[in-house]
């Protein structure tokens, strides 16, 4: 069965101090891994997609990177409008049709002014 | 981004009476699904739709049924509604089996 767990669940954090939030995995053959940023009261928003160990991607404070087993979404001198909730998805391989994709439960991040 | 809406956005009902949810798509994107959130849970996949009138279940698909007549419907129907049900729901769309892109969600209380 294919599992996804982050951590922290909440993370607390001084406006300016990076930090890396955690998304290991177990999966039948990684086609992806995706993270989303999710607001209070909307939808999950994409940021990145991530297909083989060693990948990295970039967007604005945020840094994600894939290993084998695990995922970390590096966040640097964050600022108070990157509080929100980070979710983490692994999507399984296989031939056609539906690829299974498998949520973590998410770290509530908080930045503090 | 995908232009999904939801609709209602928030809706009340009791147990037993029949809810639908709408989501509308201007993307053509082939595949479409119905996700429900709950707090200790990671997104559940209800039901999914790979194509008008090809549809299939997801792993939390008991008490919940879909249609897809148009591209850019997909219906999700509890039948009877229960508390259990009570939830988060999100549709998401995607075109090939890629990224997800998601819509804002209907927040559903079954009293």
């Known amino acids: 069965e294919d599992q996804v767990t982050q951590s922290p669940e909440a993370l607390r954090l001084q406006e300016g101090e990076s930090s890396s939030l955690n998304c290991s995995y177990t999966?039948?053959?990684?086609?992806?891994l995706f993270w989303y940023r999710q607001d209070p009261g909307k939808g999950p928003e994409f940021l990145f997609t991530l297909y083989s160990a060693g990948e990295e991607k970039e967007k604005e404070r945020l840094k994600a990177t894939l290993t084998k087993k695990e995922s970390f979404l590096h966040i640097t001198a964050p600022k108070p409008e990157d509080s929100a909730t980070y979710l983490c998805?692994?999507?399984?391989?296989?031939?056609?049709?539906?690829?299974?994709?498998?949520f973590g439960t998410g770290t509530k991040l908080q930045v503090i002014p | 981004d995908a232009g999904i809406t939801q609709s209602p956005r928030h809706k009340v009902t009791e147990t037993g009476t029949p809810v639908t949810l709408r989501c509308h798509q201007t993307?053509?994107?082939?595949?479409m699904y119905w996700y429900r959130q709950d707090p200790g849970h990671g997104l559940r996949l209800i039901h999914y739709s790979y194509g008008v009138k090809d549809t299939d279940k997801g792993e939390v698909s008991d008490g919940y049924s879909v249609s897809r007549s148009k591209t850019e419907d997909f219906l999700l129907t509890l039948e009877s509604a229960t508390s259990s049900q009570t939830s988060v729901y999100f549709c998401?769309?995607?075109?090939?089996?890629?990224?997800?892109?998601f819509g804002p969600g209907t927040r559903l209380t079954v009293l």
């Open positions: 998805a692994v999507q399984r391989g296989n031939s056609g049709g539906y690829q299974k994709v498998t």
């Open positions: 999966v039948s053959g990684l086609r992806g």
């Open positions: 998401a769309t995607t075109q090939g089996a890629d990224t997800q892109y």
């Open positions: 993307e053509n994107h082939r595949y």
